[in-house]
């Protein structure tokens, strides 16, 4: 089936620091969306991402659409320690609501 | 603003017992998604409905089965748990035309022991 490969794994990153994950899938997508998920609780939606080539950003977060419609990357800048958590890739197949494949996961650490 | 209620939060059953797990949408969202969370992994999809009628299904063992009521509230059944049900479940909605209002539940985390 569908597999979102993300990187970093995890990271350790200091409170200030820039930080930038990506996602690249074999297959491709009509729709990115990055959720951010804290323990023991449900994703919660960062970013979505509509169109190929698209740049959006919400707060310290940006996020583009990769050309190819295979990618994207998230950026957080400035990260503080409320950034700590798991960050989710998910990609949809059409553009309205449908089942999401999500990818693997970063987990975000950042030490004071 | 009003969020996907899931209940329980937790719950706790022994193996080859039954549960049933409860999603309250938000108001006016005519989609239902059901996902499954393992340790350490991503949530994967289950199954979903799109005005009471199953719209999409994922790798939802044959063990359990779903509904959405004419309320739009969903129930998910799980029968002869396995202890490899273990995992947090949880369930999202949205309007069918609005990714971008795709919202998830705190989730029940299920144990079976």
């Known amino acids: 089936g569908q597999q979102l490969n993300q990187s970093p794994q995890s990271m350790f990153i200091q409170e200030g620091e820039d930080v930038s994950m990506n996602c690249t899938s074999s297959?491709?997508?009509?729709?990115w969306l990055w959720y951010k998920q804290d323990p023991g609780e449900g994703p919660v939606l960062l970013i979505a991402l509509y169109k190929a080539g698209e740049l959006t950003s919400n707060g310290r977060l940006t996020a583009q659409f990769g050309i190819t419609r295979k990618d994207s990357f998230l950026n957080i800048s400035a990260s503080i320690p409320s950034d700590v958590g798991i960050y989710f890739c998910?990609?949809?197949?059409?553009?309205?609501?449908?089942?999401?494949?999500f990818g693997t996961g970063t987990r975000l650490q950042v030490t004071l | 603003a009003a969020g996907v209620i899931q209940s329980p939060r937790h719950l706790i059953k022994e193996k080859r017992e039954t549960a049933t797990l409860k999603c309250y949408p938000i108001p006016r969202h005519d989609t239902v998604y059901w996902y499954q969370q393992g340790p350490g992994q991503d949530p994967q999809f289950l199954i979903s409905?799109?005005?009471?009628?199953?719209?999409d299904k994922g790798s939802i063992p044959d063990r359990f089965s779903a509904q959405q009521f004419s309320d739009y509230h969903s129930e998910l059944n799980m029968s002869s748990l396995e202890l490899g049900d273990s995992a947090l479940y949880f369930c999202?909605?949205?309007?069918?035309?609005?990714?971008?209002?795709?919202?998830f539940g705190s989730g029940t985390r299920l144990t079976v022991v």
């Open positions: 999202a909605s949205s309007l069918r035309t609005a990714l971008s209002g795709y919202t």
């Open positions: 297959s491709i997508f009509n729709t």
């Open positions: 998910a990609g949809s197949m059409t553009g309205t609501a449908s089942k999401l494949t």
């Open positions: 409905f799109y005005e009471k009628m199953q719209s």
